[in-house]
């Protein structure tokens, strides 16, 4: 039983790492969870600390996860059309068969969402779309810096209990 919540938890994890670039994907929550089924084991004792904490910064994390691209769109004189289209870019740019398409897919997106709010103005929607893409970058970087330590903590908590567990 053991083996199989250290399977899962490492899928998890990992799941966390895809999907703190997916926006369909709430990163972090999925490698806390990953981390929680670790304390699930017969073998490693339960660290309410360790959860207690990475679960607040999970939280901080996400709530954070909201804000920062809607700030960069708007500090760029953008609207929601750009937060959608950046989205929505995001999930056609990783499944279009285009190199970079995750980056591409974003910024395509919030240029088009930003022309369909405004299509007079082809300056404030490139500025905006620049924006929700810095937003976007800036979020999904910090998931990715918070899902990596998550691994990391995972990865040594398994180390320390690695006699008990295997």
């Excluded at 056609?92 to 970079?100: D, L, R, S, Y």
Aim: charged letters at 10%.
């Amino acid at each position: 039983m053991d083996i199989l919540l250290l399977i899962l938890g490492f899928a998890c994890i990992i799941t966390g790492l895809i999907g703190s670039f997916l926006p369909v994907l709430p990163g972090p929550s999925v490698s806390w969870i990953g981390l929680a089924l670790l304390y699930f084991t017969k073998a490693v004792p339960a660290n309410y600390w360790i959860l207690g904490i990475a679960l607040l910064i999970t939280v901080v994390i996400s709530v954070l996860d909201y804000v920062i691209p809607a700030k960069g769109t708007k500090r760029f004189g953008g609207s929601s059309y750009g937060i959608w289209g950046t989205n929505i870019g995001l999930v056609i740019g990783i499944i279009a068969p285009v190199p970079f398409g995750f980056l591409i897919g974003p910024f395509l997106g919030a240029l088009i969402g930003e022309l369909i709010y405004d299509f007079k103005d082809h300056n404030r929607a490139l500025k905006a779309a620049a924006g929700s893409f810095v937003g976007f970058l800036a979020s999904s970087f910090m998931k990715f810096i918070v899902c990596m330590m998550y691994l990391g903590l995972f990865m040594w908590i398994v180390w320390d209990y690695k006699s008990e567990l295997f």
